[in-house]
């Protein structure tokens, strides 16, 4: 399949190395059976990179969206395995990197960015994005990343000269972003629980909600999501501020599309949870989440108006974290999503830097970076 396609290849450590740049119209879906296999063998996962994600994005939200892979692929001496893959959009030369380049694709609800990278041939995957960067023959000589996780896969090119002999990262910023790891949720949840004015507050909302009937909580995964979960979570976060500022998926053409065809592709793998907070049998709050690999990804929350003195929003957090060691043991973390200062970081204690900067190859994208780095000093001096 990929002796179709024009790639560069490139011998790596005694090994062969390809990589090749192809348009969406080429995936097929061989191809994506290839893509799926790759995120289950990820060192990381990233559900914004999965197939499940990417294709109802650019199938709903922006189809004229043209967006490119890069596909890295060894070579086991019969067949061509995929290694690394990444989606990006080709840029011109901008101010933040004078020279072509590539830019991670985000949709409107990409949260992450990065790319799937094979846990045992992280390295060569890297050292053969370095090498491609590098060549005189490939017209881009950096590629952007916005909110990627920092020390991941990507950041082995700190740890080995043969790699920043070939590319070069340039961080602009970073920030934390709140995580919960599933293992400790429960001791967390004692702790905020105890978190003196808040705790007392959350105790306050949760007896008065108490009051009002019987409140269960539970956890759907997989294909225990049904049609009737999704369209009662839309019902949900298409209420308040997000509704009267044209925010909420429902409000918005397309976005409901593309959250029922991504739901039905998660759920129909197994790869998608909610949580819903119930009074008397009437959901009156739901989050929905995906996972790729071990790792948990936070969507988007929903909560009824009419509850909103007593916060069923946060109370449906609160619940996850109090069983989350029982219902998702399975996972490492689960990323929030949220920026730096959302209410989450009150919840979820932990965190994981995310990163924003620009992967630059060969002797041309390097020499750049200096002037790069002083101008972007300068600029944050003169604000």
Known sequence: MFATWRCERFSIGG???GVSVFPMSRVDDGFVAEWLDLETRAGEGNAFLSPHFVLPALQHLEPRKRLVLVGIFRNDGANDQLIGLGTFIARPPKPQFPLPHL????????FL???LLDRDHQWLAVA???AFLSSARVPWCGIGFSDRLADSALDQIYQDESVTSMVRWNEYYRHRRAILV???ASELYDCVLADGDFGKELRRKRRRLNEKGTVTWRCLRGKEVTSETIETFLRLENQGWKREHGKSLLSRPGHAEFFRDMVERFSTAGRTFFTE???DGRVIASTSNFISGNVG???KIGWDDEFAAVSPGLLNELELMNLADRDLASLDFIDSGAAEGSFIDRFWRDSRDVVTGILAG???GAAVLPAISIARRLKRGWC
Request: cysteine-free.
């Open 103 to 110: 830019e991670a694709y985000r949709s409107p609800h990409t």
């Open 113 to 115: 960015t990065g790319m």
């Open 297 to 299: 990804f936070a969507f």
């Open 182 to 184: 599933p293992s400790t």
């Open 277 to 279: 907070l119930s009074l």
């Open 15 to 17: 090994r062969d190395v």
């Open 128 to 130: 053969g994005l370095g």
């Open 362 to 364: 060969g002797y041309v």
